[in-house]
């Protein structure tokens, strides 16, 4: 048929092969592939429509994540729940959402290690105390005025 069905079926049949030897050391790997329902992969122009619907409406949430980076808004979560709309029909999405959540598991162990979390802490309280003291600075030199005119 195509290369994302070829695809998924060899990952079937890798994954059918460790369960039957009882292999279960091997890790289990995500299908990839399209999750249209199977009426919609039996026809190939429904199939292709259906590839175009969910493509474009992944494209207006990215596009809505990007828009909300600069302004106001959870963008880096709307790309994201954009590219989950990608990744149920497209492989490159499920790749490239797969590899995100690998990093960020990576990143988040990392970050709960007690010499990061240590460092962090002290560079914080370092960062905090030289933005007090700036403060202290500029309070004591020019002092708080207020916009309007309160003597009158």
């Not at 460790?18 to 039996?42: H, M, N, W, Y």
């Not at 493509?55 to 302004?71: R, S």
């Not at 954009?82 to 990143?107: D, N, S, Y």
Request: one cysteine or more; a positive charge.
């Amino acid at each position: 048929m195509n290369a994302e069905s070829d695809e998924r079926a060899g990952a079937a049949a890798t994954a059918a092969r460790g369960t039957a030897t009882g292999d279960v050391t091997a890790p289990a790997q995500p299908i990839l592939g399209s999750r249209a329902p199977e009426f919609v992969k039996r026809r190939r122009t429904l199939h292709l429509s259906w590839q175009v619907g969910v493509f474009i409406v992944g494209l207006a949430v990215v596009v809505a994540g990007v828009i909300m980076l600069p302004l106001p808004g959870p963008g880096w979560l709307v790309i994201f729940a954009g590219m989950a709309i990608w990744a149920t029909e497209f492989v490159w999405a499920q790749l490239v959402l797969h590899w995100t959540k690998r990093k960020v598991t990576e990143a988040a162990q990392r970050a709960l290690d007690p010499k990061v979390r240590r460092r962090n802490i002290i560079l914080t309280t370092v960062g905090l105390v030289i933005v007090g003291v700036l403060c202290a600075i500029y309070l004591w030199k020019f002092g708080i005025m207020m916009p309007w005119k309160i003597e009158q």
